[in-house]
């Protein structure tokens, strides 16, 4: 018995033909890559991965860098020369440094900027002879000045923070250890009381200025 056969439509034989002969043909697809590109969000290349890396890691390296810089600025404590100190004596006891009279450091604290005013621990060593005070500008730093009567001689003290004065020769009196110099006829004696400096000058005998020095620093 023969085996039935199979019909044969003839477009479909077309069909087929017709899909051999475009699976052979070259096809463009510029345009469609042109639409998908401007349609799809951008996808960042290795390379430029690369670079916003290397560019954020310069970015890090520079606010560090700024931080360590500011860092040492607050730490390194500007430095006034023995000329600037004298300069200042000068100014304030020749009445060219124009003062606000008070008579306690309480007085003084209400009348100078906040960045002027005085630990509150010298008052009582001041107590009988503060005359005067002002704030003052000192190699960068704002500075409170004041005006003292110390045995009938003028005394003037400077108190600041993040100011140091000239390298002098070290003291011990009372137990504590005090900077002494002398410039141009004037006595200086620097110490530290906490976080603040303290300078007193005077034409008179560094051992008045070490007594005083001595009360005003706790």
């Known amino acids: 018995m023969d085996a039935p056969q199979q019909s044969i439509n003839p477009d479909d034989v077309a069909l087929a033909q017709r899909l051999r002969r475009l699976d052979t043909l070259p096809i463009d697809t510029t345009n469609l890559d042109r639409m998908l590109r401007t349609r799809l969000p951008p996808h960042a290349s290795p390379w430029r991965r690369s670079l916003n890396l290397a560019a954020l890691g310069g970015v890090a390296a520079l606010l560090i860098?700024?931080?360590?810089m500011v860092s040492f600025i607050q730490v390194t404590p500007a430095r006034a020369s023995a000329a600037k100190l004298a300069a200042v004596f000068d100014r304030v006891t020749s009445t060219r440094q124009v003062l606000v009279h008070v008579h306690?450091?309480?007085a003084a604290n209400h009348s100078l900027?906040?960045?002027?005013?005085?630990?509150s621990g010298m008052a009582m060593a001041i107590k009988d002879g503060l005359t005067g005070c002002c704030c003052i500008s000192l190699v960068g730093q704002k500075v409170s000045c004041l005006l003292l009567?110390?045995?009938g001689r003028p005394v003037v003290m400077l108190v600041g923070r993040n100011i140091t004065g000239p390298p002098g020769n070290a003291i011990v009196y009372a137990g504590?250890?005090?900077?002494?110099?002398?410039?141009?006829?004037?006595?200086?004696i620097q110490t530290r009381s906490g976080s603040h400096w303290i300078c007193l000058m005077s034409r008179g005998t560094q051992s008045a200025l070490l007594e005083l020095a001595a009360k005003v620093r706790p």
């Open 113 to 119: 900027p906040r960045s002027c005013q005085c630990p």
């Open 176 to 188: 504590q250890t005090f900077s002494a110099q002398s410039y141009n006829g004037i006595s200086t």
């Open 149 to 151: 009567n110390n045995h």
């Open 104 to 106: 306690s450091l309480a």
């Open 65 to 68: 860098a700024s931080i360590l």
